[in-house]
């Protein structure tokens, strides 16, 4: 199998949020800690694959809920 870019953007999709959201959370739950790379980089070794995963079951039902969203706030006006 040969991959395509549907297989490796939520990968890195995925990677460049859980690199930002793991080190806003850590930095908001424990803040400038000697150990905090050290925090953070377990945090997001553990985020990255869960936030890949989400993204590959979200792909598929985004672009649903969108359109759902876009018929009900155009349908309001």
Known sequence: M????KHV?????????AFIMTAFI?????????DFLKLW?????IAWPVASLAAFVAS??????T???LRW?????
């Open 2 to 5: 040969q991959l395509q870019p």
């Open 9 to 17: 953007q939520p990968v890195v999709m995925a990677g460049i949020m």
């Open 26 to 34: 850590t930095w908001l739950n424990l803040g400038w800690r000697p």
């Open 41 to 45: 980089a377990r945090a997001f070794v």
């Open 60 to 65: 598929p039902i985004a672009p649903r809920i």
């Open 67 to 69: 359109q759902a969203i």
């Open 73 to 77: 706030v155009n349908s309001a006006r």
